[in-house]
């Protein structure tokens, strides 16, 4: 009944404030199914998806849930507003959502201090954190190693594992730090920080084939931990001109390509992939798992299902 912003902030507010013995007896246990990936244990295969608590405000509470790993952010270096509301839009009847945000985030400064924070008290979950990190939406494109590099720095302390967010669609020319020597740009950056925590790399849906066998390459050659496929979607064929809004798409109809990329992605390297785009039932996951993903990540599912997703996955 509210709109879709309004329900997510409140909803993070809920988790936030809830206690998490009350989260476990609401929604019961979820089996435990270990999965170990890049030198992490994940208690299940079904994660939070970057975007669900881009401040990482709920931390402990995804657990709770039945989460077997959260991913904060998408995280700039730069604190900022993100784009004008409203920017996120429901579509039921398609199971579906586009998105505008924009990076909207308090800066990786202040969520390090969060992180900090958390981590110094009961606070930090028992599963492993991936942080989601983008480029700043001042910064020119030319400069994106370097932002990418701050928030890396500061937040370095705390994740179990890094995702470089160039995907969005969302951030204006953020897609192009897709291109092969613009990425490799950014990643060599990265590892110079530091070689030893994994670092992934999030993937767009609409890229032709060609570009996801050239990215598959490179995380190879940059012995990157793995790739995470897919982000939103630009191809809007699925939703009506007179209720079409810009942004990314997520949900039902992203599924199939989502599921496509993998299979491309999977013939084109070994590296563990984290498959995430139109996951809305067990039987989706189980479709994502077979065509190669070793874990899958909710949002767009969770929003409309709930947490009696995780375990329809996992049972």
């Not at 939070?48 to 931390?59: E, Q, R, S, T, Y």
């Not at 606070?123 to 030319?142: A, H, L, M, Y």
């Amino acid at each position: 009944m509210l709109p879709a912003e309004a329900a997510h902030n409140l909803a993070i507010l809920g988790l936030r404030l809830t206690p998490c013995p009350l989260l476990r007896l609401a929604f019961g246990s979820t089996p435990q199914k270990p999965t170990k990936l890049f030198g992490l244990t994940f208690p299940n295969p079904v994660g939070v998806a970057a975007g669900m608590d881009k401040n990482a405000n709920a931390l402990r509470a995804w657990e709770a849930l039945g989460f077997g790993f959260v991913e904060v952010g998408t995280i700039t270096a730069l604190a900022q507003p993100g784009n004008p509301k409203p920017r996120c839009f429901r579509y039921p009847s398609q199971e579906a959502l586009i998105n505008r945000m924009g990076f909207n985030n308090t800066g990786a400064s202040a969520v390090a201090g969060r992180l900090a924070r958390a981590k110094s008290s009961s606070k930090w979950p028992r599963v492993p954190v991936g942080i989601n990190i983008g480029k700043s939406k001042i910064t020119p494109n030319e400069q994106a190693a370097s932002d990418y590099a701050t928030s890396y720095k500061l937040l370095l302390p705390f994740g179990d594992y890094f995702v470089i967010n160039v995907s969005s669609p969302n951030t204006p020319n953020l897609r192009a730090l897709q291109d092969i020597e613009a990425l490799r740009e950014i990643i060599r950056t990265l590892k110079r920080i530091n070689n030893i925590k994994p670092l992934l790399v999030k993937i767009a849906p609409d890229l032709p084939d060609e570009a996801l066998q050239e990215i598959a390459a490179l995380a190879e050659e940059e012995r990157l931990a793995g790739l995470i496929a897919t982000n939103t979607t630009l191809d809007h064929s699925s939703v009506s001109k007179d209720s079409d809004q810009q942004g990314g798409l997520s949900g039902k109809p992203l599924r199939q390509r989502s599921t496509e990329v993998l299979r491309i992605l999977r013939t084109s390297t070994n590296l563990p992939i984290i498959a995430s785009g139109g996951i809305l039932s067990g039987q989706d996951a189980q479709e994502k798992l077979a065509a190669g993903a070793s874990l899958v990540q909710l949002y767009t599912g969770f929003v409309y299902n709930g947490p009696s997703l995780i375990r329809d996955i996992t049972n």
